[in-house]
């Protein structure tokens, strides 16, 4: 609010008490960190801000996926340019754009061509594969889901083995019953919706039909909606022995789900946070360390508690949640 503006920052913590809150190392003024690229963006297009979405340490490496917002639109709706995974370099201090991970969101938004599919990838969340469900001589995965610009969107499932995150021609995609390389045939796992709404909603969903034209119509008429899946976040947690997933549905209601699989079936929707109790409340982060024991009470590990993070429209500012998970654990005897 002071006017001095910056698209994105980095903050940093060491603090594991989870008893007062998070506290942050004080790095004096916070640098943007994943600075805009104007040559990716469509020669006459147009750039508003670029956030980050998701993040993942993987095969010693620091990735984040951000978005490039060409403009905001109604209430819950934006567009995007495209989004592209950065890459962070130790030796320079600096994170920097991987080229080669531009997805843009339909014709003539990025100097990169469009794909068909690429318009269900602007918005990630991303979970490394535990090492106890890695098969010997099996690869590692980091498997990334996506969802399209805004807030209305289904979910969609991506995996790559862990040296591989920059390449996204080593990228899997789930089709509903197996693995494939076409991305334009992944399906939704979470937040299928069977028809899109609004004038164009029937013309839209042939667009996105990979069997019509291989789908590529819909980088004219943008990705399905009605999935309402927005902002999530993932994490395999060690507590519950399940992957768990954080996200915004349809009536900006802070959802969570668990799965044994990122394939699903996920379980049933459990309402954690409302809008009634928390007005406009939206992008629930989880804390990686949640559930592993490395966070404490002050005292004890804390290990049946889920922290995150959700943002407040209101006063433009960000809480620490804590739900109990303990009734989700299933025991056997």
Same mark, same amino acid.
């Given at each position: 609010?002071?006017?001095?503006?910056?698209?994105?920052?980095?903050?940093?913590?060491?603090?594991?008490?989870?008893? $007062?809150?998070?506290?942050?190392?004080?790095?004096?003024?916070?640098?943007?960190? @994943?600075?805009?690229?104007?040559? *990716?963006?469509? +020669?006459?297009?147009?750039?508003? =801000?670029?956030?980050?979405?998701?993040?993942?340490? /993987?095969?010693? @490496? #620091?990735?984040?996926?951000?978005?490039?917002?060409?403009?905001?639109?109604?209430?819950?709706?934006?567009?995007?340019?495209?989004?592209?995974?950065?890459?962070?370099?130790?030796?320079?201090?600096?994170?920097?754009?991987?080229?080669?991970?531009?997805?843009? !969101?339909?014709?003539?938004?990025?100097?990169?061509?469009?794909? $068909? &599919?690429?318009?269900?990838?602007?918005?990630?969340?991303?979970?490394?594969?535990?090492?106890?469900?890695?098969?010997?001589?099996? /690869?590692?995965?980091?498997?990334?889901?996506?969802?399209?610009?805004?807030?209305?969107?289904?979910?969609?499932?991506?995996?790559?083995?862990?040296?591989?995150?920059?390449?996204?021609?080593?990228?899997?995609?789930?089709?509903?019953?197996?693995?494939?390389?076409? *991305? /334009?045939? $992944?399906?939704?796992?979470?937040?299928?919706?069977?028809?899109? =709404?609004?004038?164009?909603?029937?013309?839209?969903?042939? !667009?996105?039909?990979?069997?019509?034209?291989? &789908?590529?119509? $819909?980088?004219?008429?943008? /990705?399905?909606?009605?999935? #309402?899946?927005?902002?999530?976040?993932? *994490?395999?947690?060690?507590?519950?022995?399940?992957?768990?997933?954080?996200?915004?549905?349809?009536?900006? #209601?802070?959802?969570?789900?668990? !799965?044994? =699989?990122?394939?699903?079936?996920? +379980?049933?929707?459990?309402?954690? !946070?409302?809008?009634?109790?928390?007005?406009?409340?939206?992008?629930?982060?989880?804390?990686?360390?949640? &559930?592993?024991?490395?966070?404490?009470?002050?005292?004890?590990?804390?290990?049946?508690?889920?922290?995150?993070?959700?943002?407040?429209?209101? #006063?433009?500012?960000?809480?620490?949640?804590?739900?109990?998970?303990?009734?989700?654990?299933? =025991?056997?005897?």
């Amino acid at each position: 609010m002071t006017g001095a503006w910056r698209p994105n920052v980095l903050l940093l913590s060491d603090d594991l008490q989870r008893n $007062a809150g998070l506290s942050l190392i004080n790095p004096g003024p916070a640098d943007q960190f @994943t600075p805009a690229a104007p040559g *990716q963006v469509f +020669s006459i297009g147009s750039e508003v =801000t670029n956030i980050p979405t998701a993040a993942v340490y /993987a095969n010693k @490496t #620091n990735y984040v996926n951000y978005m490039s917002v060409k403009s905001w639109d109604t209430p819950g709706r934006w567009t995007t340019n495209y989004s592209a995974i950065s890459q962070y370099n130790p030796t320079t201090d600096k994170w920097v754009l991987q080229k080669q991970t531009v997805r843009p !969101a339909g014709y003539f938004r990025s100097s990169t061509a469009y794909e $068909a &599919g690429d318009q269900n990838f602007q918005q990630m969340a991303y979970v490394l594969q535990p090492e106890s469900k890695v098969a010997q001589g099996d /690869a590692r995965y980091v498997y990334a889901f996506g969802t399209p610009a805004g807030r209305t969107g289904s979910a969609y499932l991506s995996r790559v083995a862990e040296g591989s995150v920059t390449d996204l021609k080593q990228y899997e995609y789930w089709d509903g019953d197996t693995w494939v390389r076409d *991305q /334009a045939k $992944a399906a939704p796992v979470i937040g299928d919706s069977t028809k899109s =709404t609004g004038p164009l909603g029937a013309l839209v969903d042939l !667009a996105n039909d990979p069997n019509f034209l291989g &789908g590529r119509m $819909a980088g004219f008429l943008g /990705a399905k909606n009605g999935g #309402n899946v927005s902002e999530m976040s993932i *994490q395999y947690n060690e507590y519950l022995d399940k992957y768990v997933v954080l996200y915004g549905n349809g009536s900006n #209601n802070v959802i969570l789900r668990t !799965a044994d =699989t990122p394939e699903g079936p996920w +379980s049933d929707p459990v309402t954690i !946070a409302t809008s009634v109790q928390y007005p406009g409340l939206y992008a629930p982060m989880i804390h990686p360390l949640s &559930g592993t024991g490395m966070l404490t009470d002050g005292t004890d590990p804390d290990v049946s508690n889920l922290y995150w993070n959700m943002s407040l429209w209101g #006063n433009y500012n960000v809480v620490l949640m804590q739900t109990d998970l303990s009734p989700l654990k299933v =025991t056997t005897t």
